[in-house]
């Protein structure tokens, strides 16, 4: 078993690391990042080969984060959210609070309490773009029960 999870684990990093690489590649004439959804299609198939219903224990430090993304959302409950929204976009809202992040972490002392705020932003809209791409769907369908 965990022969299984090790390769598992790394078929995935081997996805993310193409997906990041694709994502800084090559846009198309239409600025859509063509091998990087090749590349999140072969991540959603790894996904997809984990066993369904399996009860998965969060680490302290995830639920902590999973914690702080969902505060930041709720404050901002009074946008209309990302729904209707293409990846494209949660792309480029990414690039964005990776440069915030960035400024955060070059602005002296005061970016030490600015640096995580930002990096929770980049996680939200890293959440927003997988689940635009039909990466949480089947997660969302094992907790119905369908």
Do not use: H
């Not at 009860?55 to 969902?70: H, I, Q, T």
Request: net charge negative; hydrophobic share 40%.
């Amino acid at each position: 078993m965990a022969e299984i999870k090790e390769r598992v684990l790394a078929e995935v990093q081997n996805a993310i690391d193409q997906c990041e690489g694709a994502l800084k590649a090559n846009k198309d004439e239409d600025g859509m990042w063509t091998e990087s959804l090749e590349a999140w299609k072969y991540v959603q198939a790894i996904l997809q080969r984990s066993p369904k219903g399996e009860v998965v224990d969060l680490r302290p430090e995830v639920l902590a984060f999973a914690k702080l993304m969902e505060t930041k959302l709720r404050g901002n409950d009074f946008r209309p959210g990302w729904k209707d929204c293409t990846p494209k976009w949660a792309v480029g809202r990414i690039e964005d609070e990776l440069e915030e992040l960035q400024d955060a972490m070059n602005s002296g002392p005061d970016g030490i309490y600015e640096a995580p705020e930002e990096a929770v932003d980049v996680a939200n809209f890293c959440m927003m773009f997988v689940d635009l791409m039909g990466g949480l769907s089947y997660i969302a369908e094992e907790e119905d029960g369908s």
